[in-house]
Nanobody, 125 residues
Framework: VELVSSGGGLAQAGSSLTLSCVASGRTFSSYTMAWFRQPPGKEREFVAAVSWSAGSTYYADSVKGRFTISRDNAKNTVYLQLNSLKPEDTAVYYC???????????????????WGQGTQVTVSS
């Protein structure tokens, strides 16, 4: 599976961006999809995930209520809508995929077999 993400850029605090991640292959619906991010000088952290089975969504506390993850299985695409952006949202955002992923540990990056190349989001104050 190849993941190609896009949609990052420079944004002002309070504004919005939409990230997209397109997956190759025919079994996209069988993958739990997630977004992680790596702020400058920090470790990678979980942002959001959407399960393959029930389409359940999960969010880090830091983005809950501001970001929305969704998937379109017909387009092999997962989205991350970023609203009310803050300077601390500045990071490289990565999409990730886990085949038949368990919903119990969606936050654990070690579970994900495939990763996108990352897209930079920079939020100015």
């Amino acid at each position: 599976v190849e993941l190609v993400s896009s949609g990052g850029g420079l944004a002002q605090a309070g504004s919005s961006l939409t990230l997209s991640c397109v997956a190759s292959g025919r079994t996209f619906s069988s993958y739990t999809m997630a977004w992680f991010r790596q702020p400058p000088g920090k470790e990678r952290e979980f942002v959001a995930a959407v399960s393959w089975s029930a389409g359940s969504t999960y969010y880090a506390d830091s983005v809950k209520g501001r970001f929305t993850i969704s998937r379109d299985n017909a387009k092999n695409t997962v989205y991350l809508q970023l609203n009310s952006l803050k300077p601390e949202d500045t990071a490289v955002y990565y999409c990730a995929a886990e085949l038949l992923g368990s919903e119990s540990r969606v936050w654990f990056d070690g579970n994900y077999e495939y990763w996108g190349q990352g897209t930079q989001v920079t939020v100015s104050s």
